[in-house]
């Protein structure tokens, strides 16, 4: 058993609304920023409207990431990231 329960059985690419914001842009945004998770989320609320999304329900939250980052990863999971998974 993992450490998070994913629900399954549902599409989980979908369309953005105004309160969908990416993991992993708001930690890169507070990270870059200096500020904290919430203020970076508020700060992205929007961005992602209309726009393809998975999204996870993990542990009963939603876990946004945008198509950008899903890429991005699965670029970096291609050209072999030297931790031996190719």
Do not use: Q
Not at 41 to 64: D, M, P, Y
């Amino acid at each position: 058993m993992g450490i998070w329960k994913i629900e399954t059985g549902k599409d989980n690419i979908e369309f953005g609304n105004r309160s969908d914001v990416c993991y992993l842009c708001a930690r890169e945004k507070a990270a870059k920023e200096i500020i904290g998770p919430t203020e970076a989320a508020n700060k992205l609320k929007g961005l992602l409207e209309g726009k393809k999304l998975l999204k996870l329900t993990v542990s009963g939250t939603a876990l946004v990431i945008c198509m950008d980052h899903i890429h991005k990863l699965s670029a970096d999971n291609k050209e072999g990231n030297g931790d031996g998974a190719e």
